[in-house]
């Protein structure tokens, strides 16, 4: 099946750095790629939409100022959390669709982010 | 978007088979009803998705009755391994996939 690749699987910044999380699809272009939020024991929270070569959908609540976004190409997302705080340590998700398959989505491993 | 609804949890022992079943009063022609699991720490796996009737693949069962407001998940003879977070979803191509609380199932020997 697809692949979708998240990187770094783990990551400890400082409170006030900026961090960035990868997403790529390794075998189909993805034209739709989607960032969760998930918190211990919930469920996982959609954070943005993002298309290939224009901006991120933000969902409501979301700070696209601090969630940055950017899809420069079919194969890779990514999202940077800026200013990072406590508050920020979660999973993050990411997942693709698109290329041949229709309604399937793929998942990323996600990437366990500790801010200190 | 269709709005899902499932138990919070379920218990099982080895050797059992196990229907989870999700209610999707709202959904429309064009959704699909998929199945994913979750363990602790990792992404969600997709498990099988259908539109009507029965679907069967090399893990798991999907029946989805005439009206299709509802899906059952079956889990054939679950083992320790099963242990997980199961989401069931309707989607629609092209649109964004919204989880609901899913349903965490413990195994037990």
């Known amino acids: 099946g697809a692949v979708v690749s998240q990187h770094p699987s783990r990551v400890i910044c400082k409170s006030g750095t900026s961090v960035k999380i990868e997403c790529r699809s390794l075998d189909f272009q993805a034209t739709t790629m989607f960032w969760y939020r998930q918190f211990p024991k919930q469920s996982l929270m959609l954070m943005a939409t993002s298309n290939e070569g224009s901006k991120a959908t933000y969902e409501q609540g979301v700070e696209k100022d601090k969630f940055l976004i950017n899809h420069a190409s079919l194969t890779l997302s990514t999202l940077t959390v800026t200013s990072a705080h406590p508050e920020d340590s979660s999973f993050y998700i990411c997942?693709?669709?698109?290329?041949?398959?229709?309604?399937?989505?793929?998942f990323g491993q996600g990437t366990r982010l500790t801010v200190v | 978007l269709a709005k899902t609804t499932q138990p919070i949890s379920m218990d099982s022992y080895e050797g059992q088979e196990v229907n989870i079943t999700c209610s999707h009063n709202?959904?429309?022609?064009?959704?699909?009803i998929t199945w994913y699991q979750q363990f602790p720490s990792q992404g969600p796996r997709f498990i099988i998705q259908?539109?009507?009737t029965k679907v069967t693949n090399e893990v798991a069962s999907l029946f989805i009755p005439a009206d299709r407001k509802s899906s059952t998940l079956s889990l054939p003879r679950v083992s320790l391994s099963d242990t997980a977070v199961y989401y069931c979803?309707?989607?629609?191509?092209?649109?964004?996939?919204?989880f609901g609380t899913g349903t965490r199932l413990l195994v037990s020997p």
């Open positions: 259908g539109y009507k």
């Open positions: 979803l309707v989607d629609s191509p092209g649109q964004k996939l919204v």
């Open positions: 709202n959904i429309a022609t064009n959704d699909y």
């Open positions: 997942s693709a669709s698109g290329g041949f398959l229709n309604t399937e989505a793929f």
